[in-house]
């Protein structure tokens, strides 16, 4: 009798006690599922915290196509040949394999469908990981801005059509599209249909083709306003009266020399041309690793102005799915690195712009630009698929 005693508060606590296991490792699966419903999430509208020089650098899969992925595999393997895919766009520590990323803790498929959300049932029940509010917050977004010349004089109704405004955006099937709008007589304009992320902006004084670059970056629900000024007074009766820009190019090696070049003897000669010729002449970095080449500049011509803006400029491009770059300047003994810019697979023109000297914080200054140097840092995805640069060039605007 007191064995059977024994045995049967034996059995009692054993069943409390795997009930309370069961009950312990079920918690535990939904903590980690919906864990990684958050990380699945940021995969395909990025994560805000990540930033670069202030600015949020990752808008994950939908900042890169212009639209929410149809399923889950879309941010593991390119979803049919899209020129601008840049993944994979999972977090490393759900890329166990090529499948266990869609599975919940259970080991059942998480329910995704280009919708809102994610939601898993391995639990019986329904565990839902919201991705955003609606997705015209992340696909339609506006960007106000306004154009001056060099003497803050709008353009009026005389200029308006001599104002292109062009903004490249990914098209939401893995290419992208360029907008073209034009000021009003205010000088106003708005940017609409905007996806999140880091795009292209160029304005354009068409009868000189002078041409503006800045890359602007869009945010959710994003409304804001910047301005821009061309450096020559087009709108206000002259075109150049108010100051100038002198183009710099690279005359010899500078602080560092890391890239491989191709085409050319020393580094600098590779992206020192007027006119761009590609691939016949470049420097290339086959790593996924940084790498950064500096160069000297040559004498700007003159000293007479004040300084309001240095742009540092590349033209590049990536061979296959990742690659980006970073412009660079060295002033005082000291290199300075601008934002990440995700690189295309055609050439493109990317540029960072410095209104003050990043070491003093101050106006630039005539000695500083003579001793300026500026260059690249690049970062392929590996030996068989490289970044390339084939031009550098700086735009030091003054205005007299």
């Not at 630039?364 to 300026?372: C, G, K, Q, V």
């Amino acid at each position: 009798m007191e064995l059977t005693v024994v045995i049967i508060v034996a059995a009692v606590l054993m069943a409390v006690a795997m009930q309370s296991m069961t009950v312990v490792v079920q918690h535990a699966r939904q903590t980690k599922t919906e864990r990684e419903m958050e990380m699945l999430a940021r995969a395909i509208v990025g994560d805000p915290s990540l930033t670069s020089g202030g600015r949020r650098s990752d808008f994950g899969y939908v900042g890169d196509i212009g639209a929410f992925p149809t399923d889950l595999q879309a941010l593991y393997r390119n979803p049919g040949g899209y020129g601008t895919w840049d993944g994979p766009y999972i977090d490393p520590g759900l890329l166990h394999d090529s499948t266990g990323f869609k599975m919940d803790e259970w080991g059942m498929p998480y329910t995704y469908t280009g919708g809102l959300t994610i939601t898993s049932t391995g639990s019986g029940g329904s565990i839902t990981g919201k991705i955003a509010d609606a997705v015209t917050d992340y696909t339609l977004n506006t960007l106000n801005g306004t154009i001056t010349d060099a003497n803050d004089s709008v353009p009026g109704t005389v200029y308006t059509d001599s104002v292109d405004i062009k903004v490249t955006i990914p098209n939401g099937s893995g290419s992208t599209i360029t907008k073209t709008y034009s000021p009003d007589s205010s000088g106003s304009f708005t940017l609409d249909s905007l996806p999140v992320g880091t795009h292209p902006l160029r304005l354009i004084y068409t009868p000189n083709v002078d041409t503006l670059l800045r890359y602007v970056t869009i945010l959710p629900r994003h409304k804001s306003t910047v301005s821009f000024k061309f450096a020559s007074a087009y709108f206000s009766g002259g075109s150049g009266g108010g100051g100038g820009t002198y183009t710099l190019r690279p005359d010899g090696s500078g602080w560092r020399t890391n890239l491989t070049r191709s085409g050319c003897s020393n580094n600098w000669q590779c992206v020192d041309e007027i006119i761009a010729d590609d691939d016949a002449s470049r420097v290339i970095r086959a790593s996924n690793q940084w790498a950064a080449d500096y160069y000297t500049l040559d004498d700007p011509g003159g000293t007479s102005g004040s300084i309001t803006k240095v742009t540092v400029c590349a033209r590049a491009k990536r061979a296959h799915t990742q690659g980006g770059v970073r412009l660079c300047v060295f002033t005082h003994g000291s290199p300075y690195q601008g934002t990440y810019q995700g690189l295309s697979t055609s050439y493109e023109i990317y540029s960072e712009e410095w209104t003050t000297n990043p070491n003093t914080s101050a106006a630039w200054t005539w000695t500083e630009i003579n001793n300026l140097q500026a260059g690249v840092r690049m970062r392929g995805q590996n030996s068989s698929f490289p970044a390339y640069c084939t031009q550098v060039w700086v735009e030091v605007e003054y205005s007299n």
